[in-house]
């Protein structure tokens, strides 16, 4: 993903890098990365409730097949062994959609 987005930054594109980043040492290679290629970097911290985030997952895997291998058992685990991540802006998703935008929104003025 990371040799893809420096590709894409080169050829002066925005990218979006969507993923978990639980990982430091991830999100650092991201930060360096950003600062290689001088692109502005943003980073964005999607988090919810357990109750909301267990809904979500039951109600995609009912839907049928799907590329992600989530499970509840699998985003607890990955909540366990977050590492802290103070750089990033918190955004809450169990609030509507216009709510967690404006949030985002407001991190990119």
């Known amino acids: 993903m990371l040799r893809r987005a420096r ?9 979006v890098l969507d993923a978990s980043w639980s990982s430091a040492r991830h999100r650092q290679a991201v930060a360096d990365l950003a600062a290689d290629v001088c692109a502005d970097l943003v980073e964005l911290h ?4 357990p109750e909301v985030a267990a809904a979500r997952i039951a109600r995609r895997l009912a839907a049928g ?3 992600s291998e989530a499970t509840v058992a699998i985003h607890r685990a990955m909540a366990a062994r977050a590492d802290p991540w103070p750089s990033a802006t918190v955004v809450r998703t169990a609030v509507s959609v216009a709510e967690a935008l404006q949030t985002v929104l407001n991190r990119l003025d």
Not at 7 to 15: D, I, M, N, P
Not at 46 to 49: E, I, M
């Open 7 to 15: 590709a894409a930054l080169c050829r002066g594109e925005r990218v």
């Open 46 to 49: 999607c988090v919810t409730t």
């Open 65 to 67: 097949p799907d590329p």
